[in-house]
């Protein structure tokens, strides 16, 4: 007597298995993008903090000081103005959340070029030095704008002066800077801009 066996094999088929990884990889391109937009905003947070920081901490520093006089980067540094987060490798270094240069300096007009610029941070004469300026550099065009269009308050902020397309520069009285006219200021897609803000 021949006894015959049937056998069954359970699995799963090929189509099955190729939906499988395509939802795996949609899910997986879905989570990469969600995590970069929130590292994005995380990095401009940052960068606005940075900001903040060091607008509170020179302004403690100096409250009892006539002037602004002898304030520059490496001071910022060496004193502990500058949060410690953003001391870069070399000496008298700072650097912002986007990997770009952050400088501070003491300056004797509210004008953002010739006597208000990081070319300038060596000003150290008390007469006349009532401004300092904050200066953040390599900053993509998003960073640029949604960084020189923020709510910064007039609480002394003399101008923002933003370069890398057209530099352009605005007065307290004209901001907060409107999108429409920020477009120019910072430097297109895949190139760098920089934002100086100058307080008294």
């Known amino acids: 007597m021949t006894i015959l066996s049937r056998t069954e094999q359970t699995g799963r088929s090929m189509v099955e298995m190729l939906g499988v990884l395509a939802i795996i990889g949609v899910l997986s391109v879905g989570g990469i993008s969600g995590y970069s937009k929130a590292m994005a905003k995380y990095k401009l947070t940052r960068a606005q903090d940075q900001i903040t920081m060091l607008l509170m901490n020179i302004r403690t520093a100096f409250a009892s000081s006539p002037s602004y006089a002898g304030l520059t980067t490496t001071a910022a540094r060496d004193f502990n103005i500058a949060p ?20 501070v300096f003491a300056c004797n007009t509210t004008e ?10 060596s000003v150290t004469a008390d007469n006349g030095v009532q401004y300092f300026g904050i200066t953040m550099t390599g900053l993509g065009r998003e960073v640029c ?17 933003v370069s890398g397309g057209t530099a352009r520069k605005w007065d307290a009285t004209q901001l907060p800077i409107p999108f429409s006219e920020i477009g120019n200021a910072c430097a297109p897609s895949g190139e760098y801009s920089s934002i100086t803000w100058v307080y008294y």
């Open 145 to 161: 704008t949604n960084l020189a269009t923020s709510d910064w308050g007039t609480d002394g902020l003399m101008g923002i002066y």
């Open 84 to 103: 410690s987060e953003m001391f870069g490798a070399a000496s008298g270094q700072l650097v912002n959340a986007f990997g770009g240069g952050t400088y």
């Open 112 to 121: 953002g070029g010739v006597g208000c610029s990081t070319a300038n941070s």
